[in-house]
Nanobody, 114 residues
Framework: QVQLVESGGGLVQAGGSLRLSCAAS????????MGWYRQAPGKQRDLLAA???????NYADTVKGRFTTSRDSAKNTVYLKMSSLKPEDTAVYYC????????WGKGTQVTVSS
């Protein structure tokens, strides 16, 4: 069973940067589009960024130009580099397969102070 483990979150001031990582227990990245999601308290989980097996990327308008996703298939890991962070980016961040999600990991908390 595939397991996803997100890491790299923390407390950062507005305007700062963080890099999140998502490691998978199985070799799922080589054939699947992976997505980064976030969920703020009381809100739904939203897809922020996606990266295909070939490295193509797409971003939600809310993070376009500030967030960049990448992948290292040899390490079964995807990354999310977040820059120019805003307080409204505060949320728990998750990764998953976009088309066929597996069990969600615990996510990693990102808190942006003003």
């Amino acid at each position: 069973q595939v397991q996803l483990v997100e890491s790299g979150g923390g407390l950062v001031q507005a305007g700062g940067s963080l890099r999140l990582s998502c490691a998978a227990s199985g070799s799922i990245f080589s054939i699947n589009t992976m997505g980064w999601y976030r969920q703020a308290p009381g809100k739904q989980r939203d897809l922020l960024a996606a990266i295909t097996s070939g490295g193509g990327t797409n971003y939600a308008d809310t993070v376009k130009g500030r967030f960049t996703t990448s992948r290292d298939s040899a390490k079964n890991t995807v990354y999310l580099k977040m820059s120019s962070l805003k307080p409204e980016d505060t949320a728990v961040y998750y990764c998953n397969i976009v088309l066929y999600p597996v069990t969600w990991g615990k996510g990693t908390q990102v808190t942006v102070s003003s």
